[in-house]
């Protein structure tokens, strides 16, 4: 079974500012793990994952998250937020076969002009 | 563009009368889930299709309801919606089981508001 841990359900930062949001898994089996945005009243959209291979992975729209196997953690990170970055933001896991995604609650990022 | 599509955006019903949310894709994908998003929280995998195969979730209640007629479309059902089933049911699909780490494609959701 896989669990996911999202640290803060509101972020804040000022435009231009470094955003960091937390994520930490629990996973029994070697995880893939993403990160998904959300926009009001939308559907979710993928920002980035990670399966195999290079740890850092970049996405879209200037995020990029680390995956640290000894820290179980796969944090968000964007150098200098911008105001459109302002969503819901949500990571999940997965440990193979038929068991789908398993989301955390979300993280509220708050862009101050 | 090659999409997955949910209709409509906002559906109301009353307590207790059948609903039914419908999503179509054009990605040509083999599975299609049904996820559950209540105000603030994270997506509840309802179920999924892969290919004809309906996998339920342990926790899912006997009151929703899922047919898959052909690959391209999907739809839920719910049998006698309660207040608590108010929420946004967003349909995704991915080419093939999340655990080969195929990516999931979101539709926009539905609104589902019980009066």
């Known amino acids: 079974a896989q669990s996911v841990t999202q640290l803060g359900s509101h972020v804040s930062v000022s435009e231009g500012a470094l955003v960091l949001l937390r994520c930490n898994y629990s996973s029994s089996v070697p995880p893939y793990l993403f990160w998904y945005v959300q926009y009001p009243n939308q559907g979710l959209q993928l920002l980035l994952k990670y399966t195999t291979g290079a740890t850092l992975v970049k996405g879209i729209n200037g995020f990029e998250a680390e995956f640290k196997k000894s820290e179980t953690s796969f944090h968000l990170t964007k150098p200098s937020a911008h105001m459109s970055d302002a969503a819901e933001y949500f990571c999940?896991?997965?440990?193979?076969?038929?068991?789908?995604?398993?989301f955390g609650k979300g993280t509220h990022l708050i862009i101050q002009p | 563009d090659a999409m997955v599509i949910q209709n409509p955006r906002y559906q109301v019903t009353q307590f207790g009368k059948p609903v039914t949310l419908s999503c179509s894709q054009t990605l040509n994908h083999n599975v299609m889930y049904w996820y559950q998003q209540k105000s603030s929280q994270a997506p509840k995998l309802l179920f999924h299709y892969y290919d004809k195969d309906f996998n339920n979730e342990a926790d899912t209640p006997d009151n929703f309801q899922s047919r898959r007629p052909n690959t391209s479309f999907c739809f839920l059902d719910i049998r006698s919606p309660g207040l608590g089933d108010a929420a946004m049911y967003l349909c995704?699909?991915?080419?093939?089981?999340?655990?080969?780490?195929?990516?999931?494609?979101f539709g926009n959701g539905t609104r589902l508001t019980v009066t």
């Open positions: 999940a896991v997965t440990g193979g076969g038929a068991d789908g995604l398993t």
């Open positions: 995704a699909t991915s080419r093939d089981r999340t655990g080969t780490n195929s990516p999931l494609h």
